[in-house]
T-cell receptor, first 113, second 113 residues
Framework: SQQGEEDPQALSIQEGENATMNCSYK?????LQWYRQNSGRGLVHLIL?????REKHSGRLRVTLDTSKKSSSLLITASRAADTASYFC?????????????FGQGTRLTINP | DGGITQSPKYLFRKEGQNVTLSCEQN?????MYWYRQDPGQGLRLIYY???????QKGDIAEGYSVSREKKESFPLTVTSAQKNPTAFYLC????????????FGEGSRLTVL
């Protein structure tokens, strides 16, 4: 079963615009993380937000968390062509009796120059 | 520089053959993980290990095997029992099993001919 699901599945915007991606999850969490993956590469950790936090910033990234709605959003401001990548949210869920990170299917972001 | 090294980057296998993917880390992390990623999909957990000589099955362990003889190394063997092995395999590590930040390798792409 999918713990985290991103929306939209794909997003295409012009350079300089803001990009917003959403993540919904099903069970209570300790934290939620966002990762970035360039095509054919490994994932890179972007930001972690804990369940008792509502908003977090890192450079051009802004993450919000609404535990009552079980959702999070990732905002990338002033997008650049280099931001083109897939973005994944990851939440902790029980896997085989232990708490593990479970990844959503990702949002593919394309920044058009 | 500290990090995770996966090899080979690309691997081709004939049906019925076992293949082993290498994963080495010099981050002094206790926990290591193997994920499988199919095109346009998120990551699914195959196996994870908290400590040397101990490992646990994830969501999709059937047809795979691992070992953890050294803290730095966590090789994955894709056996002939895995019915659909063509995929992108990602190794990751973290300080411990608590659901904090994961550090990923660059991945190994396995194609069955």
């Amino acid at each position: 079963s999918q713990q985290g699901e991103e929306d939209p599945q794909a997003l295409s915007i012009q350079e300089g615009e803001n990009a917003t991606m959403n993540c919904s999850y099903k069970t209570s969490i300790n934290n939620l993380q966002w990762y970035r993956q360039n095509s054919g590469r490994g994932l890179v950790h972007l930001i972690l937000i804990r369940s008792n936090e509502r908003e977090k910033h890192s450079g051009r990234l802004r993450v919000t968390l609404d535990t009552s709605k079980k959702s999070s959003s990732l905002l990338i401001t002033a997008s650049r062509a280099a931001d083109t990548a897939s973005y994944f949210c990851a939440t902790d869920a029980e896997v085989a009796g232990a708490q593990k990170l479970v990844f959503g299917q990702g949002t593919r972001l394309t920044i058009n120059p | 520089d500290g990090g995770i090294t996966q090899s080979p980057k690309y691997l081709f296998r004939k049906e019925g053959q076992n293949v082993t993917l290498s994963c080495e880390q010099n981050l002094n992390h206790d926990a290591m993980y193997w994920y499988r990623q199919d095109p346009g999909q998120g990551l699914r957990l195959i196996y994870y290990s908290q400590i040397v000589n101990d490992f646990q099955k994830g969501d999709i362990a059937e047809g795979y095997s691992v070992s953890r003889e050294k803290k730095e190394s966590f090789p994955l063997t894709v056996t002939s029992a895995q019915k659909n092995p063509t995929a992108f395999y990602l190794c990751a590590s973290s300080i411990n099993l608590d659901t904090g930040e994961l550090f990923f390798g660059e991945g190994s792409r396995l194609t069955v001919l």
